[in-house]
Each structure stands twice: as C-alpha cells, then as structure tokens.
C-alpha cells in the first residue's frame, strides 16, 4: 500500500503549476494580505481556495455560511461558485480584516451574494438559526478560533441541511495535535473535536491531510 506523499516545497510549486487557476483578483487580495502581520499564516492556501469553489460546484450550494472572514479571500472562492441567486453569509468577530475584502468581492462582481455579520460567532449563529431555522445552509465552512470549534461545529451541523457538507480548516494544526507539548486551549479544542467527530454518527467524515488539515463532514 503506497503510503502518504511527502509534500516538498518544490511538489507545492508543482501543484500550482500544473493546476492552480488564480486569477488577479485572487492574487492581488492574497498578496494584499500577506503584507499585514500573521496575514500569510492566517489565510487559506490559494489551492485550498480553489477546493473550496470546485466543492460549492460539485454539491450545488445555493446558500452558504462561513465562520471567520479574515481578509475574504475563501468568501470569494465560493461566492464565485454560487449561482448569481446565491448567497454567502460569512461572519466575523471583527470589521478590522473583512472591510479589505469589500474592494475585492465589488471587483469579482460577487458584492451581492455576499452578506457580512460582524459579532461573536456563538451569537451570530444563534441568531441565524433563530431567524432562517436549521437546515438553512447546503454548506459550512468553519475558518475561525480554535477553541470554538466545537461549538461552531454543532451549531452549523444544525443550519446546514440533511446531505449538506460541513469543512473545517486547521484540524491538523501545525502539526500540534501529535505534540505532547502542546496543551493550549486552541490545540486541545482542535484534539477534542477531531476525537468526537470519528465518533459521530450523525456524519459521514475525512479528515483530508491538505493545507494544515481538512475535515469534510458530510451530514447525514
């Protein structure tokens, strides 16, 4: 049995080199952001991104909520792949990182499928289900603190529908989840989640070893 490919910095380039479709757009916000500190470490990989929108295609996503904006640059990825009636909600704890990516998403001609909400996620999704009801959502993309990712988690598996898919960012986290070392409220939260969801039968799962980790949940 083939094992796992180690992932060179010399097979990245070669990843987007044969695959990688970034257009200006995408290119200027991602090297926007990556002038700001933490901003390279803290935004998605621009491979990644393009996963995103190719998954938005695939299931047919006509609503979709995103937890933690951070610069927009994933808003964009999968607000491109909505069909023009769609709508991505996305919401973050600050306006601080999302008012960069207003320009962009005016410029990528997707402003109007966009809704931003700016507040505590546990609020906000609180709110929203209370508002639009579960099963709301065909998509859930969770990108913000670790430490509330449980709680995202099982807000989200409530908003997206029956057959609707859940993607978590960083379950890998730097490769922390296998440091006994590492006992920070972010890494340990990221342990406990992973340790849940293989046992959660309200889902299908794959933890998909890509970026810093992928986890899928497909629910039920």
Not at 16 to 36: A, G, I, M, Q, W
Not at 156 to 183: E, M, Q
Not at 203 to 218: K, V, Y
Request: hydrophobic fraction near 40%; aromatic fraction near 8%.
């Amino acid at each position: 049995m083939a094992g796992q490919t180690d992932i060179s910095p010399g097979l990245v380039q070669y990843l987007r080199d044969v695959s990688l479709r970034e257009d200006s757009v995408l290119r200027d916000l991602r090297e926007e952001t990556e002038k700001y500190p933490m901003g390279h470490a803290m935004q998605i990989m621009p491979e990644e991104g393009q996963f995103l929108s190719l998954l938005v295609r695939l299931i047919g996503a006509r609503s979709i909520l995103e937890v933690g904006t951070f610069t927009g640059y994933s808003s964009l990825c999968m607000a491109r792949s909505l069909p023009a009636d769609g709508r991505l909600v996305t919401c973050d704890i600050s306006e601080k990182w999302p008012q960069i990516a207003t320009p962009y998403w005016s410029r990528a001609g997707v402003a109007d499928r966009i809704e931003l909400l700016i507040g505590d996620a546990r609020s906000t999704l609180a709110a929203l289900l209370e508002i639009k009801g579960p099963g709301c959502f065909d998509l859930a993309f969770i990108d913000a603190d670790k430490a509330g990712y449980p709680d995202y988690y099982e807000k989200s598996l409530t908003l997206v529908r029956h057959g609707g898919l859940i993607l978590l960012d960083n379950t890998l986290f730097f490769g922390r989840v296998i440091d006994p070392d590492c006992a920070d409220a972010d890494t340990e939260a990221i342990r406990a989640l992973n340790s849940f969801l293989l046992k959660d039968d309200r889902i299908e799962l794959s933890l998909l070893p890509f970026s810093d980790g992928i986890t899928m949940a497909l629910k039920k």
